[in-house]
């Protein structure tokens, strides 16, 4: 089955205690990304990564790291997470882009609080 | 970043009841695409649109990819309480060769049985 597996689901950290959220997707998909997810805010970009050893910044990669080793991996990295890091993360995945268009594929979330 | 005008922001509706959302851009998509979100899980793709003027249905869900290649409606016929959740639009440029997407900031709909 095709997916994009997110671990843990839920986490609670404390201020300053490094963190790592794991995404891996079986579909073979050169694009990776992540999101956070904020009431009224919607979906933002973070990080995205266009394959191996290629990553940039979204929208809002202050305070976070990514890495992309492998083509299936992608982890989310918060070095020193702060309580305003606290969000629903969701990591997705997708094709070879172009003027072909896109389908992104999401995870199903984590939830983390900072306190 | 850009995003998406999603409108409206919320809908409670009636089973039964025909509903019908829509979001608009400043700028021009090659694809516009659209996801239900249930609490507690990922956004699920329903309905991808590749091609100005190109109307898809999946189910009792329609979704059209308007015309100035800015805008794009999605309509659900006949509702049930499972429609219940977060609807959400976004357009990805095609002119880039980066995967980004915008979203819009999402359509909650609630069904009253």
């Known amino acids: 089955e095709a997916q994009v597996t997110q671990n843990p689901r839920y986490l609670i950290t404390v201020t300053g205690k490094k963190l790592t959220v794991t995404c891996s997707q079986n579909m073979n998909h050169e694009y990776m990304s992540w999101y956070r997810q904020d009431p009224g805010l919607g979906l933002r970009q973070i990080y995205y990564?266009?394959?191996?050893?290629?990553?940039d910044k979204g929208d809002v990669p202050e305070g976070y790291k990514v890495s992309r080793k492998e083509k299936r991996n992608f982890p989310l990295i918060l070095e020193s997470p702060s309580p305003n890091q606290t969000s629903l993360y969701f990591c997705?995945?997708?094709?070879?882009?172009?003027?072909?268009?896109?389908?992104?594929?999401f995870g199903q979330g984590t939830r983390l609080t900072v306190v | 970043g850009q995003q998406l005008n999603q409108s409206p922001q919320s809908m409670f509706i009636q089973e039964g009841e025909d509903v019908s959302m829509n979001c608009t851009s400043s700028s021009i998509f090659n694809t516009w695409l659209w996801y239900k979100q249930e609490p507690g899980e990922g956004p699920v793709l329903l309905i991808a649109l590749y091609k100005a003027g190109e109307l898809t249905s999946n189910g009792r869900l329609t979704a059209q990819f308007g015309i100035t290649r800015k805008d794009s409606f999605l309509n659900i016929s006949a509702s049930i309480p499972s429609d219940v959740g977060i609807y959400f639009c976004a357009g990805h440029h095609g002119s880039s060769n980066t995967g980004k997407l915008i979203f819009g900031q999402g359509t909650t709909l609630q069904v009253k049985p």
């Open positions: 997705a995945s997708s094709s070879r882009l172009g003027l072909g268009g896109t389908e992104a594929f």
């Open positions: 990564s266009m394959n191996v050893e290629v990553t």
